[in-house]
DNA sequence: AGTGCCGGGGG
DNA sequence: CCCCCGGCACT
């Protein structure tokens, strides 16, 4: 299907390689001016299409259909223009995680697919047209290209050298487009997390735009709710600026990305994403459950609060950490997207009050509704929560330092922010997944639970 | 079945 | 109060 899908459109602007006036000797590159139908000169019969292309050297020739397919497919060194050009292959490669299927159509060439090069050419100038006649397709590729960006493949420099040597005022464009494209997949999880958790989590909370790792979500305010397509994108503003030199390097970036693309289709691209993300640093001691936005506030509140240390971080022997959690609210869509539940309020996005609620002793009705120990558990979350939790031993700080019970560090678990059970009963909350005396002492050691578990209330100790 | 804990009891 | 437990809601 492709074939059909492919050709016959537009493909003005579409770079194609061609055989110099010598033969394959020289082959050149060109682009395609324009593309008119001949019927009479049709040898066999059926009409064809000639295209006028206006070759790297300057000059203009006309080619027929099977002359332009035929170029591009027959010498493989010609094939880096094909794939300079549209980039076909690699989508297929890289396709892994979702939306496979379709792309897998753009991995075949076929002669025919000689006029794919135009997909990537809107990139430049030719776009418009093709994006009007042919946009579904091209979102798809452009997609596939986007998602595909990260992945090593040879294909981009073949790509680019080619372009430097025949574009000429098309190269700066090409290079702009390239600089400021895709937002582009797949972010290395840690790290950009990291890198960005730190800074704006210092300034004060910037609601939007950080994104997160892992979790992707397309909600592209148009539509979101496209179920099929596992895929998504992601692709978010923030990265934008570091991406490029770093990941992918320029060629493979394509696409897109461009404003002109977002006006010229009228499908919601997924790419400008906003994960958002934040970071927040709770206090797991028992009855506290103070919330600071970086972790040298927390690890200090606890160090001199409940540790009564004075000293500085210095003399901290790093027990602090088993007393704080670090929550990560992210604030896109995945919920949306995934839970398809219910759209995404704003006004979710403030982590403190869902902290908040529970952290009071537990008694007034609300306290766990957030699990720390089911990821995603809940259901129509508008927002989540990753927690970072360490230990959430806060019972007697002799006891579990030495005892050290479970020692599970670093557990990363996904909290929903929002009311949980809202939906369901009403009378009883969801109890509390979190670590209870119960199960972090066991039964045998029924005289190390908080009286509160003892007395079988809600726990104290390990209020989640 | 195991767990969390509300709502009630007894001292 | 302190301590304990029946029993329900959840997982």
């Known amino acids: 299907m492709h074939t059909r899908r492919l050709v016959k459109r537009s493909v003005i602007g579409s770079r194609v390689c061609a055989p110099g006036l010598t033969g394959d000797a020289a082959p050149l590159t060109g682009v395609i001016q324009a593309v008119k139908q001949d019927n009479r000169d049709a040898s066999t019969g059926h009409r064809r299409n000639v295209y006028t292309v206006l070759m790297q050297d300057g000059s203009v020739k006309e080619y027929s259909e099977e002359e332009i397919a035929q170029m591009t497919a027959k010498a493989p060194l010609k094939s880096s223009l094909k794939s300079t050009c549209n980039g076909g292959q690699r989508d297929g490669l890289t396709q892994g995680q979702n939306g496979g299927v379709q792309r897998g159509e753009a991995l075949s060439l076929s002669p025919e697919s000689t006029e794919e090069p135009r997909v990537l050419e809107h990139k430049r100038t030719g776009r418009a047209l093709e994006t009007e006649k042919d946009h579904t397709r091209s979102v798809s590729l452009l997609e596939q290209k986007r998602k595909v960006v990260s992945s090593s493949i040879d294909v981009p420099q073949a790509r680019k050298s080619e372009e430097e040597v025949d574009m000429d005022k098309v190269t700066a464009a090409m290079v702009l487009t390239s600089l400021s494209t895709s937002p582009l997949v797949r972010s290395p999880p840690v790290k950009v997390s990291e890198g960005l958790n730190g800074s704006w989590k210092d300034g004060g909370f910037t609601p939007s735009s950080y994104s997160s790792s892992g979790y992707w979500s397309w909600s592209a305010p148009s539509d979101q709710s496209n179920p099929s397509t596992p895929s998504p994108p992601l692709s978010a503003d923030s990265f934008k600026p570091f991406r490029m030199p770093s990941l992918s390097g320029p060629p493979d970036d394509n696409i897109d990305e461009h404003d002109g693309n977002s006006l010229l289709f009228d499908e919601p691209i997924p790419r400008k994403r906003k994960n958002s993300m934040k970071v927040m640093f709770k206090?797991?001691?028992?009855?506290?459950?103070?919330?600071?936005?970086?972790?040298?506030?927390?690890?200090?509140?606890?160090?001199?609060?409940?540790?009564?240390?004075?000293?500085?971080?210095?003399?901290?022997?790093?027990?602090?950490?088993?007393?704080?959690?670090?929550?990560?609210?992210?604030?896109?869509?995945?919920?949306?997207?995934?839970?398809?539940?219910?759209?995404?309020?704003?006004?979710?996005?403030?982590?403190?009050?869902?902290?908040?609620?529970?952290?009071?002793?537990?008694?007034?009705?609300?306290?766990?509704?957030?699990?720390?120990?089911?990821?995603?558990?809940?259901?129509?979350?508008?927002?989540?929560?990753?927690?970072?939790?360490?230990?959430?031993?806060?019972a007697s700080p002799t006891h579990s330092r030495t005892q050290g019970f479970g020692e599970q560090r670093s557990q990363?678990?996904?909290?929903?922010?929002?009311?949980?059970?809202?939906a369901g009963s009403l009378s009883r909350k969801s109890r509390g997944e979190g670590k209870k005396c119960r199960k972090v002492y066991g039964m045998e050691n029924r005289d190390m639970w908080c009286t509160a578990c003892r007395w079988k209330k809600a726990c104290q100790r390990f209020v989640d």
């Not at 990363?412 to 809202?422: E, G, K, M």
């Open 283 to 394: 206090c797991l001691w028992k009855n506290c459950g103070k919330v600071l936005s970086t972790a040298a506030g927390i690890q200090r509140h606890i160090r001199t609060v409940h540790l009564g240390r004075n000293c500085d971080s210095e003399c901290s022997d790093g027990e602090e950490d088993f007393y704080y959690t670090e929550i990560k609210l992210n604030t896109d869509s995945v919920a949306d997207g995934l839970s398809s539940l219910s759209p995404v309020s704003p006004s979710v996005l403030s982590p403190p009050p869902a902290l908040d609620q529970r952290q009071p002793d537990g008694t007034n009705g609300t306290k766990s509704e957030s699990s720390s120990s089911t990821p995603l558990s809940r259901s129509a979350p508008s927002a989540l929560y990753l927690v970072h939790t360490d230990h959430a031993y806060q």
């Open 412 to 422: 990363t678990i996904a909290v929903l922010s929002s009311p949980p059970r809202a």
